[in-house]
Nanobody, 124 residues
Framework: QVQLVESGGGLVQPGGSLRLSCAVS????????IAWFRQAPGEEREGVSCISASGGSTNYADSVKGRFTMTTDSAKNTVYLQMNSLKPEDTAVYYCASHLYGSAWCLTGKYAHWGQGTQVAVSS
């Protein structure tokens, strides 16, 4: 049974940093594409970052390039999203997703499994 559990969200001031974690179980990291998405109030969910299966490339949304870094730790079965230089517009619920359907681009495709989300608020 695949499970994804996010943690690490919170309230941070503009310019600050947070590290989100996504603990995965039921599959081997690297065997499936995995991604971070976010959804702000009243907005559509958007892809933030993704890592393609089998050691593929890491992709980032233009809005977070140079500020966010996505990594995986296979020994801990955990995916991380390091977020630096946070802005108020980064405020959203952040979700971890795995098992991309088909051959869509990993930032915009549909995923089979989702975590429950973790809230990130950037405000002074």
């Amino acid at each position: 049974q695949v499970q994804l559990v996010e943690s690490g969200g919170g309230l941070v001031q503009p310019g600050g940093s947070l590290r989100l974690s996504c603990a995965v179980s039921g599959f081997t990291l690297g065997a499936y594409t995995i991604a971070w998405f976010r959804q702000a109030p009243g907005e559509e969910r958007e892809g933030v970052s993704c890592i393609s299966a089998s050691g593929g490339s890491t992709n980032y949304a233009d809005s977070v390039k140079g500020r966010f870094t996505m990594t995986t730790d296979s020994a801990k079965n955990t995916v991380y999203l390091q977020m630096n230089s946070l802005k108020p517009e980064d405020t959203a619920v952040y979700y971890c997703a795995s098992h991309l359907y088909g051959s869509a681009w990993c930032l915009t495709g549909k995923y089979a499994h989702w975590g429950q989300g973790t809230q990130v608020a950037v405000s002074s």
